[in-house]
């Protein structure tokens, strides 16, 4: 049972950049959520989607900020022009709606832009 | 808006003692509750989590009680052991299933 992973691990870039971030669900699951964490802050939620709908964004999530999921399977988030507020830690969950509330993070990207 | 909030961002407690830490919540619509660990360079891990018609769930070593009336819910871990040093999150979901979460209690435990 491989769990949920996320790739880049790590990413530095310069700030007007643009970034792509991978996330690979646990195989059955149909939910797949973005969240971002800050130092000293909890995961704060940024997007999510059912199979490849993307159901709701919060106010976080700027124009720049854009989700995919486009076979309902892994998922894609990207960051244009990046700025220096974009470092954070983004992290990645799946869950297996309406079974549980559970929802399982992978290890996350941690990103700094310079 | 902080909907759930973890006052005690540290908690230092000796090898085998009970630890407790607090969590409350503004959101009358919460209506499950649960509790992540997490260890640096890593994701959160699920731990344990109560749904709102229940005041009480256990798991080994870990309870989690809920007192809605207060808006309060509290993990317990007995007897504590140095691998639960970690940080510990709760978080709380309405029936659209989207997790709100505190800002973290970091427990150590001293041997």
């Known amino acids: 049972d491989t769990g949920v992973s996320q790739d880049p691990r790590h990413k530095i870039t310069k700030r007007g950049q643009n970034v792509t971030f991978r996330c690979d669900p646990i195989?059955?699951?149909?939910?797949l959520y973005w969240y971002r964490q800050t130092l000293g802050q909890g995961p704060e939620f940024l997007t999510y989607?059912?199979?490849?709908?993307?159901?709701?964004k919060s106010r976080l999530l700027s124009d720049r900020f854009s989700a995919e999921r486009p076979k309902g399977s892994f998922s894609t988030l990207e960051i244009q022009r990046t700025e220096q507020g974009d470092s954070a830690m983004y992290l990645c969950?799946?869950?297996?709606?309406?079974?549980?509330?559970?929802?399982?993070f992978g290890p996350g990207t941690r990103l700094t832009v310079t | 808006d902080q909907q759930v909030k973890q006052n005690s961002p540290s908690l230092s407690v000796q090898e085998g003692r009970i630890s407790i830490l607090n969590c409350d919540y503004t959101?009358?619509?919460?209506?499950?509750f649960l509790w992540y660990k997490k260890y640096p360079a890593e994701g959160p891990t699920f731990l344990i989590s109560?749904?709102?018609?229940?005041d009480k769930n256990e798991d080994g070593r870990f309870t989690v009680f809920l007192n809605k009336s207060a808006k309060h819910l509290s993990l317990h871990i007995v007897p504590s052991q140095p691998g639960d040093s970690a940080v510990y999150f709760c978080?709380?979901?309405?029936?659209?299933?989207?997790?709100?979460f505190g800002a973290g209690t970091t427990v150590t435990v001293r041997a």
């Open positions: 978080a709380a979901s309405t029936n659209d299933y989207k997790l709100s």
């Open positions: 109560i749904s709102s018609i229940k």
């Open positions: 969950a799946s869950s297996l709606f309406p079974r549980g509330y559970e929802q399982y």
């Open positions: 195989s059955e699951h149909n939910r």
């Open positions: 989607f059912q199979n490849e709908a993307q159901l709701e």
């Open positions: 959101n009358s619509m919460f209506d499950y």
